[in-house]
């Protein structure tokens, strides 16, 4: 059955804390819808299409749960903009877009790795201010509005979450992640050979979004990755800030494909860190 909404007064304006909330709420329904969508089909990996290249997939799952998210928005709030990975999109009237990963960390969907989440961000005139993560398979929800602070509310439990204290790069947990591109991969791998001795170690989860939140939450210290959509960081990179991160991340405009560093680091290591990225060439585009 499909969903009939109106707007809600109470939902209407600009305030970040709104918009968090319409966020988590509409984020977490579209986590149930996929968790029984995947129930329905079995095995997902029948039901996969190809994007970028033969490593970057897409699922009906993706498609519906983004569909099912944008209509959710437009009927809620019909003035406001929307940038989906799937390909939803809508000019913004409001001031405000919505920006959808319906499923960020595919791969780990279609593998049966309980590392994936939908990521909504909220920008107004291009700035992120609010966003909601929820990880499907554990339906732990992070969320964050500027000036508000960032979350962690697993079942009944909700807690403020803060980065960590680190200071040395030397014991920097750093998350990373590869882009889809096997050139690019390539500049990546030669790059992680001059960061790696740099740091603690490295951990590669498989969802961007999720990044940001390990770093909010204080499971790493840092993340980085090149060439990232808006979709991929536009909700974690709030909650990570809002957690106390120091965040770097391109214009929402800019393509991944020009390859663009995206950097949050825990705020008492994030300039100490930086400077080995930019000793190591780190901080510059990695083009294919």
Request: aromatic share 6%.
């Amino acid at each position: 059955m499909t969903e009939t909404l109106s707007a809600r007064p109470e939902w209407a304006g600009n305030d970040p804390a709104i918009l968090r909330e319409i966020a988590v709420e509409t984020a977490e329904l579209a986590a149930g819808r996929i968790v029984a969508k995947r129930e329905e089909l079995g095995d997902i990996r029948k039901f996969v299409t190809i994007k970028s290249s033969a490593v970057d997939p897409v699922t009906v799952v993706d498609t519906m749960a983004e569909d099912f998210i944008a209509d959710r928005l437009e009927q809620l709030r019909p003035e406001d903009g929307i940038i989906g990975e799937e390909g939803s999109s809508r000019e913004s009237i409001s001031g405000v877009s919505w920006v959808i990963d319906p499923i960020d960390g595919t791969v780990n969907f279609l593998y049966g790795l309980p590392q994936y989440a939908v990521s909504i961000g909220a920008a107004i005139n291009g700035e992120v201010v609010a966003g909601a993560v929820v990880n499907v398979p554990t339906g732990v929800v992070y969320s964050a509005a500027r000036g508000e602070g960032a979350s962690r509310r697993s079942g009944a439990e909700e807690i403020r979450l803060r980065v960590n204290t680190v200071t040395d790069p030397a014991q920097v947990l750093l998350a990373t992640g590869f882009s889809y591109s096997s050139t690019r991969r390539a500049a990546q791998a030669e790059l992680l050979t001059h960061i790696l001795p740099e740091v603690r170690d490295i951990r590669r989860l498989g969802s961007a979004a999720l990044d940001f939140c390990a770093l909010a939450e204080g499971s790493v210290d840092a993340f980085y990755e090149h060439g990232l959509n808006c979709w991929d960081y536009a909700a974690g990179a709030v909650i990570a800030a809002e957690a106390g991160a120091v965040v770097k991340i391109p214009n929402l405009s800019t393509p991944g494909e020009v390859g663009e560093l995206t950097f949050a680091a825990a705020d008492k290591v994030a300039q100490s860190l930086g400077e080995i990225f930019e000793r190591c060439g780190a901080q510059g585009p990695l083009t294919r």
